[in-house]
């Protein structure tokens, strides 16, 4: 079992939490607004949406790695801390791109 390294600083771009997962009118987004406000996370309050994506990985175990010519990709999944508290398996995914020790948010579904 391993973790995400670097995960207490990762980075999350505030668009994408607010503009982009909780917003189902965002035509890009695939159906995931569905998937995250079942459990209580919105727009509105779309700080509840990125402590949970940053305490992800800080609670679950990496389920999948991968290297490409962009850097290192993870896949961190289950046990996302929502507001209803029911805690669906969620997944998130993550990269540390070549030549930075940076972790940056990528997506989650």
């Avoid at 079992?1 to 982009?20: C, F, G, R, V």
């Avoid at 929502?82 to 997944?91: E, F, H, I, K």
């Amino acid at each position: 079992m391993s973790w995400l390294p670097n995960a207490a600083e990762a980075q999350i771009d505030a668009t994408k939490i607010q503009d982009y997962l909780p917003n189902a009118g965002n035509p890009q987004n695939g159906g995931k607004a569905i998937r995250f406000t079942q459990y209580g996370f919105n727009r509105a309050n779309w700080q509840s949406l990125a402590a949970a994506l940053q305490g992800h990985p800080l609670a679950n175990p990496v389920a999948s790695e991968t290297t490409s010519a962009h850097g290192t990709k993870y896949v961190v999944a289950c046990n996302l801390q929502s507001p209803d508290q029911r805690n669906p398996c969620r997944t998130s995914v993550w990269i540390i791109e070549n030549g930075s020790n940076i972790l940056r948010f990528v997506t989650a579904y």
